[in-house]
């Protein structure tokens, strides 16, 4: 009893030491700590918590989030693998290894990520960079009205010198505006509150300026972009566009290889965005533009619309074995059709994944389009053009082994799991 009550009265001094307010995950009922990608501002003396629950089925869940010291003295409640555990720890993002799970903060930067924040402290969304990535913070001004973006972005984008951000500044007399970039390499660190004074100062005195080529929007003499193929860069990285026939911006992954400029439409590299989804997800479109996303097939049918297209598939599995499938011809129609797949002209080595979903409606959970007398987007966890059922299923559940996950049936002729896929387009 004493032993406790000593433990307990140095973890108290321990904690009340603590005076500045940790950011910590915060998600309640998730079945892994990984698949959190909300972060809230703790009050002063919180700290940052972590609760597994065992529920009556056998499922375990997790909830994590900002404590009290008080509640996480009683972190002795139990550690072996089906137990209830919780566990608590005092510096920033530190409660996803909690009750020894794995700390997926190690993988890579970790980047506030928002798209047209106005208020400094109102983005509690981050996303995790790939080791090739780094943490930006952009300011834009239209008309006097100030919003920021933030994410993570190509390093060579940043374009960043001796460890240090940069910032530049260039105008788009089309939109009236201004914009302003900053780039860092810790986690967390293109938070407005603490970049922001910086970015002002160093705009004073700065003589770098990020060229036409790294911003993030690249418009071309005709005007803005109407997909990758119309930037005027050759570096792969976040680019805005407007498709043609459409009046909004969206933004986009761009790949550039010898000359080629490919949109990117599809993009999973680590199962963090959830892709089952309904039937007006993937009209509009979801993800995290800079990790994983659906463009959305409004946005592909404009974009495939608009001239004749190839489509590129990009595959590789958990060893790092990867192959492509390329096709000469790829067109969807609009929501009216459906978004009916028009696709031919195979090549590659991956095998024609697509060849079955030639000619179908794009089916989701709530909108059953193949024609399988039960519903092929609900038992496979995704949205596709499913026939009955599929070679191919891209957007099923990430790293599943029983025949719902992410696949390319004809690469290997069974359903093992990618890791990556990609599919890009690029206007010939």
């Known amino acids: 009893m004493e032993t406790i009550l000593c ?20 998600c309640q009922n998730i079945s892994h700590p990984r698949f959190c990608e909300q972060v809230r501002k703790c009050k002063d003396n919180q700290i940052c918590g972590l609760e597994r629950e065992v529920k009556s089925n056998g499922d375990i869940i997790y909830n994590v989030g900002c404590m009290t010291p008080q509640v996480c003295d009683t972190s002795n409640v139990g550690v072996g693998t089906n137990q209830p555990c919780l566990s608590c720890c005092s510096t ?3 409660n996803t290894n909690g009750c020894g799970e794995l700390d997926y903060t190690k993988n890579g930067t970790l980047c506030y990520a928002c798209s047209g924040q106005q208020k400094p402290d109102s983005c509690h969304t981050v996303s995790f960079c790939e080791s090739f990535e780094m943490c930006y913070l952009e300011e834009k001004s239209y008309f006097g009205e100030k919003f920021y973006n933030s994410g993570c972005k190509v390093k060579h984008i940043c374009d960043v010198q001796f460890n240090k951000p940069i910032v530049g500044r260039r105008s788009i007399q089309q939109s009236r505006s201004t914009s302003q970039l900053s780039c860092c390499d810790n986690n967390l660190c293109n938070d407005i ?13 700065t003589t770098v300026h990020v060229s036409t080529s790294t911003t993030r929007t690249t418009t071309s003499s005709s005007g803005p972009p109407t997909e990758c193929a119309d930037v005027a860069s050759d570096r792969d990285g976040v680019y805005t566009i407007i498709p043609k026939g459409s009046s909004q911006e969206i933004s986009v992954f761009c790949i550039m290889r010898g000359g080629n400029k490919w949109t990117v439409i599809q993009r999973r590299i680590n199962g963090k965005e959830d892709f089952y989804r309904s039937w007006s997800d993937y009209k509009s479109g979801f993800g995290t533009v800079q990790t994983e996303y659906w463009l959305g097939n409004d946005n592909v049918h404009l974009i495939s619309a608009n001239g004749d297209h190839d489509l590129s598939v990009y595959v590789e599995d958990f060893n790092g074995l990867h192959a492509y499938a390329n096709y000469s011809h790829f067109l969807i129609g609009d929501e009216s059709t459906k978004y009916l797949l028009d696709i031919t002209g195979y090549v590659g080595d991956a095998g024609d994944g697509l060849h079955d979903g030639n000619g179908m409606k794009f089916s989701t959970k709530d909108s059953d389009n193949d024609i399988n007398s039960g519903n092929c987007a ?27 996950g992410n696949y390319w049936y004809r690469w290997r002729q069974n359903t093992t799991p990618l890791k990556k896929s990609i599919m890009m387009i690029k206007k010939k």
């Open 92 to 94: 920033d993002l530190c």
């Open 193 to 205: 509150d603490r970049l922001h004074g910086q970015v002002q100062s160093t705009i004073q005195t």
């Open 378 to 404: 609900h038992d496979r966890h995704a949205g596709w053009w499913f026939r009955s059922c599929d070679y191919a299923n891209l957007n099923g559940r990430y790293n599943d082994t029983h025949g719902a």
């Open 7 to 26: 433990y307990c009265i140095i973890l108290l001094v321990l904690y009340s030491k603590s005076t500045v307010a940790l950011t910590c995950f915060d």
